[in-house]
């Protein structure tokens, strides 16, 4: 060694033992503690089983990728780097005195040489803030630390882990941090796959991260002829590559197949810090697991979007599915668009608020019967109404604008009928249906009053997500439950007991006769046909809808484990052409029910306590036949009869016998100023044959009555000639009336 060169050697050595003494906990850390600390930029959305769904990008200060084993990359990147970085890596310990040498000798002469900094100095400096390169540069105190650093790496680590650490942390250009995050934006590939011109443009952008294409370019060339060994090399092609490399952005922020549920399920934590703590995996970037199946994500988004294509001359290009699990709430697949088919990808169908058509009327229907308002049997008539309301005459019409006559409610929702759905809310009243539809978690804007009777017929928003909820709280006989895209700890023995004790919010006896009827073939054959795609081979219970305009299709329904509701119609609200209910949403959901089911039984849900099953016979229509065939009926117990006929039946009567005035939920403020027998009440109803009750005390016979109010809650019920409630409201009255015993009767 040149007698200069070793007084610089001892020089720095002294050096080195006193930064050593003065700081002796540069460096410690593990490789181990790098690879577990080690961030990407992106969040992996995983299936239940660990396979991955979606990449999202949720670091916007970084782009890293996956942490990368030495074995998985390149054997050309690996020697390109070395030739690159530091020629005698596997020789020195740390510091490669012959570069030190050299590069002093250069200083003395003022002359350039690529630098004595070695890999592993400089990932020293990559994992140690204080010893970080500032664009000044490093001052002497933060070399002297990274050489003690580097010292101690190289003697706790291995070769292997220090190039690999280092490729992993290394800044390459502009916000890309390690080779994976490089060789997926530059090169669309993983790191495995690099060549050897691929991986000297990777060494050339350590040197010289931000320079112009042509400095790297030449960098690049230098480097490809050391790794080729005096070889001829095309600089000139080298240059045109590396141009068009150091511009290609091929790693996307967001790719997968399930993107909504990947950004929702974000969304449900608070923040990345929250992710990373929640899932850290050594070696690998920052994932969150979901409930979703992966395999059935790829079939429900082939399904759909298959069909769409077929769909598309008739003016469709949107759609969304969403599947869950009955009994846990778990969200199984949730397609949010069509993808590359739609103009507005981005809109999650499955959260968005669309017009639920026809879908609203087996929620309807429970509850009417729940109420005792109609029986399955009930005869409900199918006509030509005119129904007064605040804003004038509202008169429905069904899909195929004709009418069926007397028509028993199982027929009427199976067949979905709307001018029976109307007169069945007509009974039940659109603000007590409204309270009810807000309970089971549909999201309605507005009161009841507001939507008045069209709410029958789906004139609310709601989205799909929280449709299919309602319908599974159907399916598991009236019990509401949360949906969910985590997986959730187990419940407790406590927590199981609290949730059966809770009280369902629909009598799960009227639960089983909307799912009954809705699986029923022969019922829906009046609007569907025998012959219908609704009709699956193993039990399943399901109702379609179609707004108005044709702007929204829907299919939801459930069996035994699952239910599924699919959505079709345009993002931007225009009108389907000629869209049925069986052939936009009812195809995608017979696919889904069936890849669910292929080698898994659904089987019908036993009947609840307090059901009875009848046979029921129906009277003579107007041309002298019977209104329809006799059959088994089941019924709360209670409400059966063996014959159903136009005066028995629950059909004109039933709509004409109804409060009128005043509405659902009134209250009345008693005015101290005004003597109290001029602040009277006044009850309107339509019907024959009427009388009011108060409370359950009879108060007047007629279709109006007077009412001299007194503080505090009371129910108003219309009672028809048999004695029967036929409806009622509830009203509470606030304020210090006095009145004599005789004025309140």
Same mark, same amino acid.
């Given at each position: 060694?040149?007698?200069?060169?070793?007084?610089?050697?001892?020089?720095?050595?002294?050096?080195?033992?006193?930064?050593?003494?003065?700081?002796?906990?540069?460096?410690?850390?593990?490789?181990?503690?790098?690879?577990?600390?080690?961030?990407?930029?992106?969040?992996?959305?995983?299936?239940?089983?660990?396979?991955?769904?979606?990449?999202?990008?949720?670091?916007?200060?970084?782009?890293?990728?996956?942490?990368?084993?030495?074995?998985?990359?390149?054997?050309?990147?690996?020697?390109?780097?070395?030739?690159?970085?530091?020629?005698?890596?596997?020789?020195?310990?740390?510091?490669?005195?012959?570069?030190?040498?050299?590069?002093?000798?250069?200083?003395?002469?003022?002359?350039?040489?690529?630098?004595?900094?070695?890999?592993?100095?400089?990932?020293?400096?990559?994992?140690?803030?204080?010893?970080?390169?500032?664009?000044?540069?490093?001052?002497?105190?933060?070399?002297?630390?990274?050489?003690?650093?580097?010292?101690?790496?190289?003697?706790?680590?291995?070769?292997?882990?220090?190039?690999?650490?280092?490729?992993?942390?290394?800044?390459?250009?502009?916000?890309?941090?390690?080779?994976?995050?490089?060789?997926?934006?530059?090169?669309?590939?993983?790191?495995?796959?690099?060549?050897?011109?691929?991986?000297?443009?990777?060494?050339?952008?350590?040197?010289?991260?931000?320079?112009?294409?042509?400095?790297?370019?030449?960098?690049?060339?230098?480097?490809?002829?050391?790794?080729?060994?005096?070889?001829?090399?095309?600089?000139?092609?080298?240059?045109?590559?590396?141009?068009?490399?150091?511009?290609?952005?091929?790693?996307?922020?967001?790719?997968?197949?399930?993107?909504?549920?990947?950004?929702?399920?974000?969304?449900?934590?608070?923040?990345?810090?929250?992710?990373?703590?929640?899932?850290? #995996?050594?070696?690998?970037?920052? *994932?969150? +697991? !979901?409930? /979703?199946? %992966?395999? =059935?994500?790829?079939? @429900?988004?082939?399904? $759909?979007?298959?069909?769409?294509?077929?769909?598309?001359?008739?003016?469709?290009?949107?759609?969304?599915?969403?599947?869950?699990?009955?009994?846990?709430?778990?969200?199984?697949?949730?397609?949010?668009?069509?993808?590359?088919?739609?103009?507005?990808?981005?809109?999650?169908?499955?959260?968005?608020?669309?017009?639920?058509?026809?879908?609203?009327?087996?929620?309807?229907?429970?509850?009417?019967?729940?109420?005792?308002?109609?029986?399955?049997?009930?005869?409900?008539?199918?006509?030509?109404?005119?129904?007064?309301?605040?804003?004038?005459?509202?008169?429905?019409?069904?899909?195929?604008? #004709?009418?069926?006559?007397?028509? *028993?409610? +199982? !027929?009427? /929702?199976? %067949?979905? =009928?709307?001018?029976? @759905?109307?007169?069945? $809310?007509?009974?039940?009243?659109?603000?007590?249906?409204?309270?009810?539809?807000?309970?089971?978690?549909?999201?309605?804007?507005?009161?009841?009053?507001?939507?008045?009777?069209?709410?029958?017929?789906?004139?609310?928003?709601?989205?799909?997500?929280?449709?299919?909820?309602?319908?599974?709280?159907?399916?598991?006989?009236?019990?509401?439950?949360?949906?969910?895209?985590?997986?959730?700890?187990?419940?407790?023995?406590?927590?199981?007991?609290?949730?059966?004790?809770?009280?369902?919010?629909?009598?799960?006896?009227?639960?089983?006769?909307?799912?009954?009827?809705?699986?029923?073939?022969?019922?829906?054959?009046?609007?569907?046909?025998?012959?219908?795609? /609704?009709?699956?081979?193993?039990?399943?219970?399901?109702?379609?809808?179609?707004?108005?305009?044709?702007?929204?299709?829907?299919?939801?329904?459930?069996?035994?484990?699952?239910?599924?509701?699919?959505?079709?119609?345009?993002?931007?609200?225009?009108?389907?052409?000629?869209?049925?209910?069986?052939?936009?949403?009812?195809?995608?959901?017979?696919?889904?029910?069936?890849?669910?089911?292929?080698?898994?039984?659904?089987?019908?849900?036993?009947?609840?306590?307090?059901?009875?099953?009848?046979?029921?016979?129906?009277?003579?229509?107007?041309?002298?036949?019977?209104?329809?065939?006799?059959?088994?009926?089941?019924?709360?117990?209670?409400?059966?009869?063996?014959?159903?006929?136009?005066?028995?039946?629950?059909?004109?009567?039933?709509?004409?016998?109804?409060?009128?005035?005043?509405?659902?939920?009134?209250?009345?403020?008693?005015?101290?100023?005004?003597?109290?027998?001029?602040?009277?009440?006044?009850?309107?109803?339509?019907?024959?044959?009427?009388?009011?009750?108060?409370?359950?005390?009879?108060?007047?016979?007629?279709?109006?009555?007077?009412?001299?109010?007194?503080?505090?809650?009371?129910?108003?019920?219309?009672?028809?000639?048999?004695?029967?409630?036929?409806?009622?409201?509830?009203?509470?009255?606030?304020?210090?009336?006095?009145?004599?015993?005789?004025?309140?009767?």
């Amino acid at each position: 060694m040149p007698l200069l060169a070793l007084s610089i050697h001892r020089a720095f050595a002294v050096a080195l033992l006193s930064a050593a003494c003065a700081h002796p906990a540069w460096a410690l850390v593990s490789f181990e503690d790098v690879k577990r600390d080690f961030r990407s930029s992106d969040t992996a959305v995983l299936d239940r089983n660990g396979e991955l769904l979606q990449r999202v990008r949720t670091d916007a200060t970084v782009r890293r990728g996956q942490w990368i084993a030495l074995a998985d990359v390149s054997p050309a990147l690996r020697t390109a780097m070395v030739l690159s970085e530091d020629r005698r890596f596997y020789e020195h310990s740390g510091i490669d005195w012959r570069a030190v040498s050299s590069a002093a000798w250069s200083n003395l002469w003022n002359t350039r040489t690529r630098g004595a900094s070695t890999i592993t100095m400089q990932l020293s400096g990559l994992l140690d803030d204080d010893l970080r390169r500032a664009s000044g540069g490093r001052s002497f105190t933060q070399k002297i630390g990274q050489t003690v650093a580097a010292t101690q790496l190289e003697r706790n680590w291995r070769k292997d882990q220090i190039l690999e650490a280092y490729l992993n942390t290394v800044p390459f250009r502009g916000e890309i941090v390690g080779i994976d995050a490089l060789s997926r934006t530059l090169f669309s590939k993983a790191p495995s796959g690099l060549d050897a011109r691929e991986a000297a443009v990777a060494a050339a952008l350590v040197r010289a991260p931000n320079a112009k294409p042509a400095l790297v370019a030449q960098r690049a060339c230098e480097v490809l002829r050391a790794m080729e060994s005096g070889q001829k090399v095309d600089c000139d092609a080298i240059d045109m590559f590396t141009s068009a490399a150091v511009q290609r952005r091929a790693f996307d922020a967001n790719e997968g197949i399930a993107p909504h549920a990947a950004r929702r399920v974000l969304r449900e934590l608070r923040d990345v810090a929250a992710i990373n703590r929640a899932a850290p #995996q050594k070696g690998k970037d920052t *994932s969150v +697991r !979901t409930t /979703l199946r %992966a395999p =059935l994500q790829r079939f @429900a988004l082939d399904s $759909l979007q298959r069909h769409l294509r077929e769909l598309r001359d008739r003016h469709v290009e949107d759609g969304a599915l969403v599947v869950l699990d009955n009994a846990s709430g778990e969200v199984l697949a949730w397609v949010g668009s069509s993808g590359p088919l739609s103009q507005a990808a981005e809109v999650d169908g499955v959260t968005a608020l669309r017009q639920p058509g026809s879908t609203l009327k087996p929620l309807l229907y429970g509850q009417a019967i729940a109420e005792k308002r109609i029986t399955a049997a009930s005869l409900i008539e199918d006509s030509s109404a005119q129904i007064s309301t605040a804003s004038g005459l509202y008169i429905p019409q069904n899909y195929d604008r #004709q009418f069926k006559g007397p028509v *028993s409610a +199982r !027929t009427a /929702l199976a %067949a979905s =009928l709307n001018v029976p @759905a109307v007169r069945t $809310l007509v009974m039940v009243s659109p603000e007590s249906f409204a309270r009810s539809l807000r309970a089971a978690g549909l999201p309605l804007r507005e009161s009841g009053d507001y939507y008045g009777y069209s709410l029958a017929l789906g004139s609310a928003e709601v989205s799909l997500l929280s449709l299919a909820n309602a319908y599974r709280m159907v399916a598991n006989g009236g019990r509401y439950g949360t949906t969910t895209l985590t997986v959730r700890s187990p419940a407790s023995a406590a927590d199981k007991a609290k949730a059966a004790a809770a009280p369902p919010l629909l009598d799960p006896r009227a639960a089983f006769i909307v799912g009954d009827i809705l699986s029923d073939p022969n019922a829906r054959t009046r609007t569907f046909g025998l012959d219908s795609i /609704l009709s699956t081979r193993f039990w399943t219970a399901v109702k379609t809808g179609t707004s108005k305009d044709m702007r929204d299709n829907w299919a939801v329904g459930w069996s035994q484990r699952y239910t599924v509701g699919v959505w079709v119609g345009n993002a931007s609200g225009a009108s389907m052409w000629d869209v049925s209910g069986t052939s936009g949403a009812a195809p995608v959901w017979a696919e889904v029910m069936r890849f669910l089911h292929a080698r898994e039984p659904s089987r019908a849900p036993a009947p609840p306590a307090g059901l009875v099953e009848a046979r029921v016979e129906f009277g003579p229509a107007a041309d002298g036949n019977a209104i329809e065939a006799a059959r088994s009926e089941w019924f709360l117990q209670g409400t059966e009869q063996p014959l159903f006929a136009l005066d028995t039946g629950m059909a004109t009567d039933a709509f004409a016998a109804r409060i009128t005035a005043p509405s659902d939920g009134t209250i009345i403020a008693l005015d101290p100023d005004i003597p109290p027998l001029r602040q009277r009440v006044r009850f309107e109803s339509e019907g024959r044959g009427v009388q009011w009750r108060i409370d359950g005390k009879p108060f007047a016979r007629g279709n109006s009555a007077q009412w001299l109010p007194w503080p505090g809650r009371h129910v108003i019920e219309l009672v028809d000639a048999s004695g029967k409630v036929v409806d009622q409201r509830r009203l509470e009255v606030r304020g210090a009336g006095v009145v004599t015993k005789s004025a309140r009767r």
